[in-house]
């Protein structure tokens, strides 16, 4: 079966940036199970994928724009310091979470002054050219309740 809309790809991976250091991977444990056509990984990655079989390796290059996005700078902003309670650790590369229109937010921290605290809104890995060493291991036809819910239920997907 080829991996096309409405089906669940099962694949093992490994994500690298443009240095080689590796960001992710499935490598020694379950392999990432996903519905196809479904927004479930990033657009690069499901057009690479797109009509190969179980079986198929490839070391596939995403640029930012079909990955995480390209870096925006309108994403980065200053809030005051007093919003952050006093003894919360705040330190450049870490993460503080809110809650956005749309559910939680994760925020990268930049910078930290006595008055201030600059924040990064962007994908940790928006900007960035990717390399997934990919491997599908299998392709099958989704549930009904899959395609219900937008996901892959049970081995390498979500559970209820």
Do not use: C, W
């Amino acid at each position: 079966m080829k991996v096309a809309r409405d089906t669940v790809v099962t694949l093992h991976y490994t994500l690298t940036d443009d240095s080689g250091e590796v960001l992710d991977s499935s490598a020694g444990g379950e392999p990432l199970g996903y519905l196809h056509g479904h927004g479930n990984i990033i657009p690069g990655l499901e057009k690479a994928l797109e009509g190969n079989s179980a079986g198929f390796q490839s070391v596939v290059t995403i640029s930012a724009a079909e990955g995480y996005g390209e870096k925006n700078p309108g994403a980065i902003f200053d809030a005051p310091r007093k919003h952050f309670p006093a003894d919360m650790p705040l330190a450049p590369g870490g993460r503080v979470q809110t809650q956005g229109d749309h559910g939680p937010v994760t925020l990268t921290i930049v910078k930290v002054t006595d008055d201030s605290v600059t924040l990064d809104g962007n994908h940790p890995l928006a900007g960035k050219t990717l390399h997934f060493d990919v491997e599908i291991v299998d392709v099958r036809d989704a549930s009904s309740e899959e395609l219900a819910h937008g996901h892959v239920h049970g081995h390498g997907g979500h559970h209820h």
